[in-house]
């Protein structure tokens, strides 16, 4: 899970942000510039908290992403 500055699509590249968080990447920038993606965005989160009763994790806003 990370922070990401809004809702994407499904399979959107993903590189960091000045404010450390992510944002999109553009096609040609995809091509131009591979070494600069970071994640492929995958879902946001809706509930508060993820996991089981006795491991719960705060979600605060982060969305889920696949690791480049």
Known sequence: ???VDK?????????????????EM??????MYSERLVAIYKRKEFSEYIGTEDQKVLVNGR????IK
């Open 63 to 66: 969305h889920w992403v696949k």
């Open 7 to 23: 809702e994407y699509e499904i399979g959107t590249p993903l590189t960091n942000d000045a404010s450390g968080g992510l944002t």
């Open 1 to 3: 899970m990370a922070f």
């Open 26 to 31: 553009k096609r040609f920038e995809v091509v």
